[in-house]
């Protein structure tokens, strides 16, 4: 990714997303990490699993994008976001699901584990249709 504050990683049909501390998101930013995610899928749909590991911002255009415009929502079986003990994650993410409506609306869940644990049944799931 150009901006180093976020990495990206694409394994099992699932792309991870990891906010580092003091990131700011950009349009560009989500556009590349979909990107990303598309190119690793070969065109077949794929989980996503964002996690905040401390303070974050997100452009008001970023924030658009990945809830309601964003073109590569067809290939996304599910979302998921990682909270865990980070209070501002925690208040963004609910604002975000109250207010900006997402399109798919992300699972939220306390830890990575639980979080990676459901993104793979649901690759799972997916995979035995």
Not at 65 to 79: E, R, W
Not at 83 to 105: L, S, Y
């Amino acid at each position: 990714m150009k901006n180093a504050a976020i990495i990206a990683t694409f394994e099992h049909s699932i792309l991870s997303i990891r906010f580092l501390e003091n990131a700011k998101i950009e349009l560009e930013d989500v556009k590349e990490y979909y990107a990303y995610g598309n190119m690793w899928a070969h065109g077949n749909p794929y989980c996503i699993l964002f996690e905040a590991v401390g303070h974050y911002e997100v452009s008001e255009d970023a924030v658009e994008y990945f809830s309601v415009d964003n073109p590569s929502d067809t290939q996304i079986l599910a979302k998921a976001y990682v909270m865990g003990d980070n209070k501002e994650a925690q208040v963004k993410t609910n604002a975000h699901i109250r207010f900006d409506q997402p399109n798919i609306k992300p699972n939220v869940f306390k830890t990575h584990l639980d979080a990676r644990n459901y993104l793979n049944s649901v690759v799972k799931l997916y995979n035995a249709k």
